[in-house]
């Protein structure tokens, strides 16, 4: 009888070395999963205000400075707006008026 040898293939060996890889990585994730499902409802809470707190410190929060200048833009701005929209709403009155008595006339 004659003797065989196997021959082994780099390729076959890297993919069984990775699909072991895969089902411990999973497995890993399973039991990250059940230990997220224990955490009691305080303990999410907790983790919901520590995300919370570590967006507010990535903030870029604006000057003193700024933050008056814009003010007083928008308030002159507003007032501006509110006097020519009073201005035009008494014009469009007396032109109405005007109107309402020289048909009625």
Known sequence: MEE??????????????KETSKKESSKKETS???AAEKEGFFSKI???????????NKIMWTSREDVVKQTTAVVVVSAISCAL???????????????VHLFNS
């Open 46 to 56: 907790g983790g919901f205000f520590t995300g919370v707190t570590a967006e507010f």
């Open 4 to 17: 065989t040898k196997v021959v082994s293939n780099s390729s076959e060996t890297e993919t069984s070395k």
């Open 32 to 34: 990250k999963k059940k």
């Open 85 to 99: 929209i009073a201005l035009l709403d008494i014009a469009f009155e007396y032109g109405v008026d005007k109107l």
